[in-house]
């Protein structure tokens, strides 16, 4: 039976959701997948009180990726990072949701923590530096 897992993006503001709409377009429509925002008018409790009911759903196993480590959103999901069904990791950005997705499609979790960090990171290009070898390739 393939484990059901929900992605949940821990952000300020509209950046989760945004992330999501991203994906989408990329991937087509991402089922399971929850954005937790930080709106300037919410304090730190709704943020919890939106996630706590999320994680006592039914899903096997829960990837939640938050935008900056030691900011609201991702403080909270560190209330959960101990708990054995929970992943938490900070620095989101869209190549980490893909990564994810596909996982998730796949089935594949084995060292997943790594995989979305390495992923995170080799998204971050100096484009311009890259053009530049490129061109003195010619």
Same mark, same amino acid.
């Given at each position: %039976?393939? &484990?059901? $897992?929900?992605?949940?993006?821990? $952000?300020?503001?509209?950046?989760?959701?945004?992330?999501?709409?991203?994906?989408?377009?990329? #991937?087509?429509?991402?089922?399971?997948?929850?954005?937790?925002?930080?709106?300037?008018?919410?304090?730190?409790?709704? +943020? %919890?009180?939106?996630?706590?009911?999320? #994680? @006592?759903?039914?899903?096997? @196993?829960?990837? +939640?990726?938050?935008?900056?480590?030691?900011? $609201?959103?991702?403080?909270?999901?560190?209330?959960?990072?101990? /708990?054995?069904? =929970?992943?938490? #990791?900070?620095? =989101?950005?869209?190549?980490?949701?893909?990564?994810?997705? %596909?996982? *998730? &499609? @796949?089935?594949?979790?084995?060292? +997943?923590?790594?995989?979305? &960090?390495?992923?995170? *990171? /080799?998204?971050?290009?100096?484009?311009?530096?890259? %053009?530049?070898?490129?061109?003195? /390739? *010619?």
């Amino acid at each position: %039976m393939k &484990m059901r $897992t929900a992605i949940v993006l821990m $952000t300020h503001g509209s950046f989760g959701k945004e992330l999501i709409a991203s994906g989408e377009l990329i #991937l087509g429509e991402l089922k399971d997948v929850f954005s937790i925002s930080l709106e300037a008018e919410k304090e730190p409790i709704e +943020l %919890m009180s939106e996630l706590e009911p999320l #994680l @006592q759903s039914d899903f096997d @196993q829960y990837i +939640l990726l938050a935008d900056l480590f030691g900011g $609201t959103p991702c403080n909270v999901a560190a209330r959960f990072s101990l /708990e054995d069904n =929970v992943i938490v #990791l900070s620095g =989101v950005n869209l190549p980490m949701l893909i990564e994810a997705e %596909m996982a *998730r &499609m @796949q089935g594949s979790y084995d060292g +997943l923590e790594e995989k979305l &960090m390495k992923s995170a *990171r /080799e998204g971050i290009k100096d484009v311009k530096k890259i %053009m530049k070898e490129r061109k003195a /390739e *010619r």
